[in-house]
């Protein structure tokens, strides 16, 4: 086991298909990343949502995002579900952003999900930030695609609470649905905190394809 210690954060970027992706994915990774270091400057994008989830999705961000030095919050409306097809806008757009934000941690989707959003954003990710630390995440969901994480971030109980009442708080138009729980967010937490021998029992698990020492 390698305790990796990051060097001067100042700036991150987030990288999110829908509203709540981010915040489900790494949202504890997130706010322990700002509590480190509060002089990062975030940029959080958002690249699907109609106007009733654009506006959840700021009112998400912002509470994530209490603890940073400058954040920068974008939310787009290309459309749910049609990603690959709309492939070529999505493209033109994150390297229009790889060429104003040189970030030195990306946060995007993981790239066997099933989610056809999700994996065009992680493929395009990895093809406008080649020279970056990228760590991909995980959404739980109907498919069940959750894989084996490679890397870890040990959460204290505290830090997981403020990440699901933020969701839960900022998401009204998801309640309804059925993998959309507090049990849901609690136990993903609770057995990647088991697979990194977490002392407070939780964790978040995430993807590195490639670290660079």
Same mark, same amino acid.
């Given at each position: ?10 700036? &991150? ?8 992706? +981010?915040?489900?994915?790494?949202? !504890?990774? &997130? ?15 958002? *690249?699907?949502? =109609?106007? $009733?989830? =654009?506006?959840?999705?700021?009112? =998400? ?5 209490? !603890? ?5 919050? +974008? ?13 070529? $806008? ?6 229009? *952003? ?41 959404? /739980?969901?109907?498919? !069940? ?21 933020? +969701? ?9 649905? /059925? ?8 136990? *993903? ?22 670290? +660079?020492?």
């Amino acid at each position: 086991m390698l305790n990796v210690q990051f060097g001067d954060v100042r700036t &991150i970027l987030c990288l999110g298909a829908h509203a709540d992706d +981010i915040e489900i994915g790494c949202g !504890g990774t &997130i706010l322990k990343l700002l509590a480190q270091y509060p002089q990062a400057t975030v940029h959080w994008v958002v *690249l699907s949502g =109609s106007a $009733q989830r =654009s506006a959840e999705a700021r009112s =998400s961000a912002e509470k994530f995002l209490a !603890g940073a030095n400058q954040s920068r919050i +974008i939310t787009k409306e290309f459309r749910d579900s049609f990603f690959p097809y709309d492939g070529a $806008q999505i493209k033109e757009f994150i390297h229009d *952003l790889s060429r104003e934000v040189s970030p030195d941690i990306v946060f995007t989707h993981r790239r066997e999900d099933m989610h056809q959003d999700h994996r065009v954003v992680s493929e395009l990710t990895w093809n406008a930030f080649r020279n970056h630390l990228i760590f991909e995440y995980e959404i /739980p969901k109907y498919e !069940g695609d959750l894989g084996a994480p490679n890397f870890f971030v040990r959460l204290e109980k505290a830090t997981c609470q403020q990440k699901i009442d933020a +969701i839960v708080e900022s998401f009204p138009s998801q309640h309804d649905k /059925p993998w959309f729980t507090v049990d849901t967010f609690w136990s *993903l937490l609770r057995i990647r905190g088991l697979e990194a021998n977490s002392p407070t029992q939780f964790a978040e698990g995430l993807y590195c394809r490639k670290l +660079i020492a």
